[in-house]
């Protein structure tokens, strides 16, 4: 540990850290260096004339769930979908705040020198997206906020974490079962089918011999997940602002961004754009065409 005025700091903490908490009162900050994430590209960055266009998922997601939106845009940009930590193939933490992701991002713009990009981030993605864009400015042209708002959330999710931890794995012989198990504490069938997403085939040593079997595992960090989950559902971006161009896109049946937040919204992103589309919280998902559309116009291409 060393010390630089009233901060004690972890050996690992970056130089962008230490500034951001100079003038905070006495702290002592633990702080995972950033990781590599998972990432799929798909476009020619040699004839992409505009910056990169970078997609983050929500919770419980992985950059597999911006396919129809990507392979559109790969038409006019170069489209980076990322796994955030703890999710999809990207690498395990016990330790998950909105600057460490932010970090995580910055080190992947760093890894495919890419200068400038344009950011979107659905839900869990969209704080990580506005922590990214008052964090490092300077990397982001601009940022598009998917049914997310700054304010922190009640806790919807803690019950489907550990119904998933609850579910004996090994015991399971096929996705179906795991459906099974999940019904009595997760009752709405598109979400369990969203969860069960994260069920992969992993090799195993069996308990009574040496032979390797073929069982299931989550590919999410559940138990970092569940650890994390009270910051993750905090508020971000309450004490900064944001200048450049942004654009906020709410579903109309979803209740993530009510009318105050956006007002509390314009207080910290003061050139934001707003739009609502016919939709759930999902709203890439089930609105694509329109949800592609308010995307290109707000970045002025890629129709």
């Known amino acids: 540990m060393t010390r630089v005025g009233n901060l004690v700091i972890h050996p690992a903490v970056l130089p962008s850290t230490i500034a ?26 040699t004839s992409a004339q505009t910056q990169p266009l970078i997609l983050l998922h ?21 489209v980076i979908s990322v796994d955030l930590r703890n999710h999809g193939k990207s690498t ?15 080190k992947l713009c760093d890894t495919l020198c890419l200068d400038r990009i344009h950011l979107v981030g659905h839900s869990l993605g969209g704080k990580v997206a506005m922590q990214f864009a ?16 700054i304010r922190a959330y009640p806790d919807a999710y803690t019950h489907m974490i550990d119904a998933m931890m609850a579910v004996d794995l090994s015991t399971m012989q096929s996705r ?29 040593n069996h308990a009574h011999s040496d032979v390797n079997k073929t069982g ?6 559940l ?6 989950y009270p910051h993750l559902i905090q508020a971000v971006c309450e004490h900064t602002r944001y200048e450049k161009s942004s654009l906020f896109i709410r579903g109309e049946r979803s209740d993530y961004v009510q009318d ?24 890439h998902a089930e609105q694509p065409q329109a949800f592609i559309e308010v995307v290109a116009d707000f970045l002025g291409s890629g129709k």
Request: charged content about 20%; glycine content about 4%.
């Open 20 to 45: 951001r908490h100079l003038n905070s009162p006495h702290t002592s900050i633990f702080y995972n260096p950033p990781m590599q994430l998972h990432y799929q590209i798909l476009g020619d960055k």
């Open 58 to 78: 929500g919770l419980f997601g992985s950059g597999d769930n911006w396919g129809t939106v990507a392979k559109h845009f790969s038409q006019h940009y170069q």
């Open 92 to 106: 395990h933490s016990d330790s998950q705040t909105y600057t460490e992701m932010a970090d995580d991002l910055l």
């Open 134 to 149: 008052t964090q490092f400015p300077d990397r982001l042209e601009k940022l598009i906020v998917v049914d997310m708002a």
């Open 176 to 204: 179906g079962d795991v459906d099974k198990a999940l019904l009595s504490k997760i009752p709405h069938a598109m979400v369990r089918q969203f969860l069960l997403m994260n069920l992969i085939k992993s090799d195993f």
């Open 216 to 221: 299931l595992a989550w590919r999410i960090n």
């Open 223 to 228: 138990a970092a997940l569940r650890a994390n």
């Open 260 to 283: 105050a937040d956006i007002e509390h919204i314009k207080t910290h992103f003061i050139n934001a754009q707003f739009a609502s589309l016919p939709t759930n919280h999902w709203v």
